[in-house]
C-alpha cells in the first residue's frame, strides 16, 4: 500500500512561515492565497495584541505587519517583536503616498526608536524630527534597508552619486561623521552606526552587541 499523504499540520511545519498582523480580514485572505501560491505558510492575527503574541510564541521567516490595529498599534507589537528577536517584518501604512505604504523591509521596522519615512524624506529619533541633509537621509536609509550588514563605503558612494549631489574622496566619512552626531552616536561606542574595518559601515540595534 502507498503511504498516506502528509498531513496538513506536517506539510505546515515544512514550509517558509510567514505571520500576517492586519485587522483586514479579506486583505489577510487574499495574501494568504497570493502567498500560498509560492509555497509560503501564512497564519494571521487581526489585533495588536493577538499579533505581538502570536509573533512571540512561534518561529517565523518573515512578519507582515500593518501599523493601523485594534488593541495597540504596529508600533508597539514592532517593539515586543524586536525584544524577542529578529525576524525580518514588513511594516504596512496608509498613512503616507502610495511610495509609503509599503515603508520595506528593516526600515525604521529594525530600529524601533529610530524611524525612517522615504516618502515624506523625514526620520525621527525617538519621536523628535532630525534635520539630515539629501546625502545623509539617503545614507541613513541605505543603511537601514541593509540593517545588520556592511555596506561599502564605494556602494554607498556609488548611492550618493546616483541622486547627484555634490561627492568627494572622503564623502561617505564625512556623512556618517555628521550623521553620527545628530543621532547621539559615540564613534567608540555606537548605538546605531558601527565602523566595520576595513570594510565599510552597517546600522544595528542599540544595545545590540558587537
Same mark, same amino acid.
Given at each position: 500500500?502507498?503511504?498516506?499523504?502528509?498531513?496538513?499540520?506536517?506539510?505546515?511545519?515544512?514550509?517558509?512561515?510567514?505571520?500576517?498582523?492586519?485587522?483586514?480580514?479579506?486583505?489577510?485572505?487574499?495574501?494568504?492565497?497570493?502567498?500560498?501560491?509560492?509555497?509560503?505558510?501564512?497564519?494571521?492575527?487581526?489585533?495588536?495584541? =493577538?499579533?505581538?503574541?502570536?509573533?512571540?510564541?512561534?518561529?517565523?521567516? +518573515?512578519? $507582515?505587519? *500593518?501599523?493601523?490595529?485594534?488593541? /495597540? @498599534?504596529?508600533?508597539?507589537?514592532?517593539?515586543?517583536?524586536?525584544?524577542?528577536?529578529?525576524?525580518?517584518?514588513?511594516?504596512?501604512?496608509?498613512?503616507?503616498?502610495?511610495?509609503?505604504?509599503?515603508?520595506?523591509?528593516?526600515?525604521?521596522?529594525?530600529?524601533?526608536?529610530?524611524?525612517?519615512?522615504?516618502?515624506?524624506?523625514?526620520?525621527?529619533?525617538?519621536?523628535?524630527?532630525?534635520?539630515?541633509?539629501?546625502?545623509?537621509?539617503?545614507?541613513?536609509?541605505?543603511?537601514?534597508? =541593509?540593517?545588520?550588514?556592511?555596506?561599502?563605503?564605494?556602494?554607498?558612494? +556609488?548611492? $550618493?552619486? *546616483?541622486?547627484?549631489?555634490?561627492? /568627494? @574622496?572622503?564623502?561617505?566619512?564625512?556623512?556618517?561623521?555628521?550623521?553620527?552626531?545628530?543621532?547621539?552616536?559615540?564613534?567608540?561606542?555606537?548605538?546605531?552606526?558601527?565602523?566595520?574595518?576595513?570594510?565599510?559601515?552597517?546600522?544595528?540595534?542599540?544595545?545590540?552587541?558587537?
Amino acid at each position: 500500500m502507498p503511504p498516506p499523504p502528509p498531513s496538513k499540520d506536517l506539510l505546515a511545519t515544512a514550509l517558509p512561515r510567514v505571520l500576517l498582523i492586519d485587522d483586514d480580514r479579506d486583505f489577510c485572505a487574499l495574501i494568504t492565497d497570493y502567498l500560498a501560491a509560492f509555497g509560503y505558510h501564512v497564519s494571521a492575527a487581526h489585533t495588536g495584541p =493577538a499579533g505581538a503574541e502570536k509573533a512571540a510564541a512561534e518561529p517565523w521567516q +518573515a512578519i $507582515i505587519l *500593518d501599523v493601523m490595529l485594534p488593541g /495597540f @498599534d504596529g508600533f508597539e507589537v514592532l517593539r515586543r517583536i524586536r525584544r524577542a528577536g529578529d525576524t525580518p517584518v514588513l511594516m504596512l501604512t496608509a498613512r503616507g503616498d502610495e511610495a509609503d505604504q509599503i515603508v520595506g523591509l528593516e526600515i525604521g521596522a529594525a530600529v524601533a526608536e529610530l524611524r525612517i519615512n522615504p516618502g515624506s524624506r523625514r526620520a525621527t529619533l525617538g519621536g523628535k524630527p532630525l534635520a539630515l541633509t539629501p546625502g545623509e537621509f539617503e545614507i541613513l536609509t541605505s543603511l537601514a534597508r =541593509a540593517k545588520g550588514r556592511v555596506k561599502t563605503r564605494d556602494h554607498l558612494l +556609488a548611492e $550618493i552619486r *546616483d541622486r547627484e549631489y555634490e561627492v /568627494f @574622496d572622503r564623502a561617505i566619512d564625512v556623512q556618517i561623521s555628521a550623521l553620527r552626531r545628530k543621532l547621539g552616536d559615540d564613534p567608540k561606542n555606537p548605538r546605531f552606526i558601527r565602523t566595520v574595518r576595513s570594510a565599510g559601515y552597517m546600522l544595528v540595534d542599540p544595545g545590540e552587541e558587537g
